[in-house]
């Protein structure tokens, strides 16, 4: 009888959990070491505001999210979102629905932990061991080295799968410390930085006291060319919410070019500026404030944002006015800081890997999820491209060493 191949899965995340399932246990010895006292507590993380698992967007549409997206183009053709909500039902009985925003859940009965769990339960059917409390360090000469409390621990294997996250939210585990283990190895990472996070906006103080804890909501933000509808929430340090995560690819350019990135709301945006100057011509209202919020229904939040950055005699003056719903302009000044983010770009530089996610400079070790550097706004896109490419490396692994 042949005797199995071991693979070693460095991180129990979000990939390694799809991994655990998807290995074929006839072939392969899977073991899992995480640094953290027990594994998915990202996924955890990611489930306490609603575990947003996938998106309802069309296959064709939904690649378009990523930046850039070449080299997830296989793994998701292999499983896409609509295939992933295929498996939780037919692998885990874990049933899910199409929520607001076309974003996908698991059905309300049921929680975060039972997904979390259903994915380690399966895998341990498939008689994957899991080793928590192991943090690993780096290479020494053809194994893997770990710190296990105080004692140093040495770990071969045939095959080493790293799924090590990216470095926001560092309690979960994903801290990103592991960069330089990769330098040996001549193996270009890049340092990681925040996506997905609160944009800082310099608030004139007598402004932010109005508004501080407001919503801007049914709003389309823009930069550059890029707009997207959504929602944020005014804080003291600026902006956070969808409305401005999935444009940080282009506001991380912006910062690093020119120190400010800017952004433009459109209060209005199911309406044109024409339609908006005709609107407030046409009112009967001789109080302009009155106008904004009996005719255009602005909130008292976007009066309030308008009315600071306008003089009277521009207020006052309806073509001025219109262009400034419609073209609202804040400056941003940073992003938010790393630990907050919801994700981050950086880690292993995708030079690095083959089209089966394995190092071009290191045979048999494959590196799959956040840790690779690629960007994708929130909306279920980030657990989609883990459960995507841990997919297809699992189908890749088991046909390969099927053959053999
Ligand atoms: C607040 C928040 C909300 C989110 N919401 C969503 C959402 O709704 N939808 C969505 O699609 N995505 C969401 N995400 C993002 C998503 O959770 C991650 O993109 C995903 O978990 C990444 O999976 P991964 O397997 O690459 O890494 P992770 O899930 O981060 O797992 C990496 C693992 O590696 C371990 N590790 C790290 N370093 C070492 C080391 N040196 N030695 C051993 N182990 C190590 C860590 O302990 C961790 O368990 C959210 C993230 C956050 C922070």
């Not at 690629?374 to 189908?395: K, R, W």
Request: hydrophobic content about 40%.
């Amino acid at each position: 009888m042949k005797s199995k191949i071991n693979i070693v899965i460095v991180g129990g995340g979000a990939c390694s959990l799809m991994l655990g399932c998807e290995l074929n246990p006839s072939i392969f010895n899977v073991s899992v070491y995480d640094a953290n006292v027990a594994v998915g507590r990202k996924f955890l993380v990611a489930g306490a505001g609603g575990l947003n698992i996938t998106h309802s967007k069309k296959p064709n549409e939904f690649i378009e999210m990523y930046t850039p997206n070449k080299f997830l183009i296989d793994a998701f053709n292999s499983f896409n979102n609509i295939d992933l909500q295929h498996w939780l039902k037919n692998k885990l009985n874990i049933s899910t629905y199409v929520g607001t925003s076309g974003k996908v859940f698991p059905t309300k009965e049921i929680k975060p932990i039972e997904v979390l769990n259903a994915f380690i339960n399966k895998s341990k059917l498939n008689n994957v061991n899991f080793h928590n409390k192991h943090t690993w360090l780096g290479f020494k000469k053809n194994a893997l080295l770990f710190k296990k409390e105080n004692t140093e621990v040495l770990i071969e294997a045939d095959v080493v799968i790293f799924c090590l996250g990216g470095a926001s939210w560092p309690v979960t585990g994903s801290n990103g410390v592991w960069l330089n283990n990769f330098t040996e190895h001549k193996i270009e990472t890049l340092t990681f930085e925040a996506s997905n996070c609160s944009v800082e906006i310099k608030w004139p103080t007598d402004l932010i006291n109005l508004i501080e804890g407001k919503h801007l909501k049914n709003c389309s933000f823009k930069v550059n060319e890029k707009t997207i509808k959504g929602e944020v929430v005014i804080t003291k340090f600026g902006l956070e919410g969808n409305g401005i995560y999935g444009l940080s690819t282009l506001i991380r350019e912006g910062l690093k070019k020119n120190n400010f990135c800017d952004l433009f709301i459109d209060f209005k945006p199911q309406q044109s500026k024409e339609f908006v100057i005709k609107k407030l011509n046409e009112s009967k209202y001789n109080n302009q404030t009155k106008k904004l919020s009996e005719i255009l229904k602005l909130s008292t939040v976007q009066i309030h944002l308008i009315k600071h950055f306008l003089t009277k005699e521009d207020f006052l003056n309806n073509e001025i006015l219109a262009h400034k719903i419609k073209h609202f302009h804040l400056s941003i000044s940073s992003f938010g800081s790393i630990e907050d983010a919801i994700s981050t770009v950086g880690g292993i530089s995708l030079k690095e890997i083959n089209k089966y996610f394995e190092f071009k400079k290191l045979p048999n070790h494959f590196a799959i999820g956040e840790m690779l550097n690629y960007d994708a706004p929130t909306g279920g896109y980030l657990l989609q491209s883990c459960f995507s490419m841990a997919y297809f490396l699992s189908s890749h692994l088991n046909a390969k060493h099927l053959e053999k």
